[in-house]
């Protein structure tokens, strides 16, 4: 986990110093909405029903 956040930081300042951060986090929060659009229930699939008579 140490190693994982050490990674964001130095992408982070590297973003930073190059000045791509806003389009960073632009293409973050769209990736996030599409995650949250993805997780609704109406993209699960249905229940198996029995037949009815």
Not at 34 to 44: G, R
């Amino acid at each position: 986990m140490s190693s994982l956040i050490k990674i964001a930081s130095i992408l982070a300042f590297m973003a930073v110093a190059s000045g791509n951060l806003p389009t960073i986090l632009f293409h973050v929060r769209k990736a996030q909405l599409q995650l949250i659009q993805d997780s609704k229930a109406s993209k699960w699939p249905k229940a198996m029903t029995l037949p009815s008579r």
